[in-house]
């Protein structure tokens, strides 16, 4: 009877799901957990994984190397039509990308008190200034998200000689 709103709920589980496994993926090489998905209809295009360490590269975080690959993959910068999953909201960079790339959604899991730009700090996606707006949820799998940040952030603070910069920042 709800076919569709139950297909599509399950869809969006089913993305953060695979978010998450990269998240957990990152988190085992030391990388602050979050993880990234760009899907269109279902179709998954693109998967990344925090890599700021091992890239020793700012700007690669999930949501943006994302959003790069999804491109690659789908021959074009505009990803209209594309939902991006993340299971940290994204930051300022990531949101503008997101709305540089024209994607047409996005969903996140965990908010972020001290760098998110679609809905706590900002919100990018529905700045109507801005030349194009999209769609923003949070809340998938946020407690997931959530506690895969702070196991991380508990086991580095018994390594300190290893700490990464903390993940809200
Ligand atoms: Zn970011």
């Known amino acids: 009877m709800h076919e569709r709103t139950e297909s599509g709920?399950?869809?969006?589980l089913a993305m953060m799901r695979r978010a998450l496994l990269a998240a957990h993926d990152a988190a085992e090489r030391?990388?602050?957990?979050?993880?990234?998905?760009?899907?269109?209809?279902?179709?998954?295009?693109?998967?990344?994984?925090?890599?700021?360490?091992a890239t020793e590269d700012p700007t690669a975080h999930a949501e943006l190397l994302a959003i790069r690959r999804a491109s690659e993959a789908t021959g074009g910068w505009r990803l209209t039509g594309c939902t991006l999953y993340a299971t940290l909201e994204p930051c300022p960079m990531c949101a503008g990308a997101a709305h540089a790339a024209r994607l047409s959604r996005l969903v996140y899991a965990a908010p972020d008190p001290k760098a998110g730009y679609a809905g706590t700090l900002h919100n990018t996606p529905a700045d109507?200034?801005?030349n194009h707006?999209?769609?923003?949820?949070?809340?998938?799998?946020?407690?997931?998200?959530?506690k895969l940040l702070r196991d991380f952030f508990k086991s580095r603070r018994q390594k300190p000689e290893n700490t990464p910069e903390m993940p809200f920042s």
């Open 133 to 146: 707006t999209f769609s923003a949820e949070g809340g998938l799998l946020e407690a997931e998200a959530a």
């Open 9 to 12: 709920e399950s869809t969006d």
């Open 30 to 53: 030391g990388e602050v957990p979050v993880g990234a998905v760009v899907a269109r209809e279902g179709e998954i295009l693109a998967v990344a994984a925090n890599q700021r360490e």
């Open 128 to 130: 109507t200034r801005l």
